[in-house]
């Protein structure tokens, strides 16, 4: 009579299983974290295109001035539209619009919090904006009613997460992302790193 193996996997096939398993991962684990932090900055890029393209819209509908404000004020501080402090590295924005009667106070129109998603929407997000305008800057681009930048200056928003690697630009391997707003008002999201005429993605 012949004796018949047990079904199943030995021991030893098991141990080979899961170091095939966690030799895999472990190459895996590096793109894996890369993917997300791209992911991440992606999403911050999107939050701050959506909120700079709001006050130009709102700004064409008012046929009115429209603030984009950078700044690091709690997003639930009372009337912040008129006590939000503006900074040029701001990690929240506001978007407000002011009263067109003498001495009018300012309206809030639109805002996001750095940390959004988190349980403290006040908490501050890994990414880093950096913007540059004009000399002077201080975190308020002003769109005017027809929707281009109210000083007829460009600006632009460098968003980068330090913490998570060097960006591709630099040699790195993190996708950092712009933002650009043309004097007329046109606004754009690119990819530094991305090949000018060879890639769509490209500032």
């Known amino acids: 009579m012949l004796s018949r193996r047990p079904s199943g996997f030995t021991i030893v096939e098991l141990m080979v299983g899961v170091a095939l398993i966690a030799v895999?991962?472990?190459?895996?684990?590096?793109?894996?974290?890369?993917?997300?932090?791209?992911?991440?900055?992606?999403?911050?890029?999107?939050?701050?295109?959506?909120?700079?393209?709001?006050?130009?819209?709102?700004?064409i509908h008012r046929n009115a001035p429209v603030d984009f404000v950078m700044t690091d004020t709690a997003v639930n501080t009372a009337n912040l539209a008129n006590v939000v402090a503006p900074s040029a590295t701001g990690h929240s924005w506001a978007v407000r619009a002011s009263d067109p009667s003498p001495g009018g106070t300012y309206s809030l129109v639109e805002v996001?919090?750095?940390?959004?998603?988190?349980?403290?929407?006040?908490?501050?997000?890994?990414?880093?904006?950096?913007?540059?305008g004009p000399?002077?800057?201080?975190?308020?681009?002003?769109?005017?009613?027809?929707?281009?930048?109210?000083d007829g200056n460009p600006y632009t928003f460098d968003i980068r997460n330090s913490a998570a690697g060097t960006c591709k630009a630099d040699g790195g391997t993190i996708r950092c992302r712009r933002i650009v707003v043309t004097s007329g008002g046109r606004i754009t999201a690119c990819d530094p790193a991305a090949s000018a005429g060879a890639d769509t993605r490209a500032c």
Not at 124 to 131: C, L, R, V, Y
């Open 112 to 132: 996001k919090g750095g940390g959004e998603g988190a349980d403290d929407p006040n908490s501050i997000s890994s990414a880093q904006i950096t913007a540059t």
């Open 135 to 150: 000399a002077g800057f201080d975190g308020i681009v002003t769109f005017n009613g027809f929707g281009g930048t109210a």
């Open 24 to 59: 895999i991962l472990a190459m895996g684990a590096p793109m894996l974290g890369t993917y997300l932090q791209n992911a991440k900055l992606g999403t911050a890029t999107q939050d701050w295109y959506t909120g700079l393209q709001d006050a130009r819209t709102e700004a």
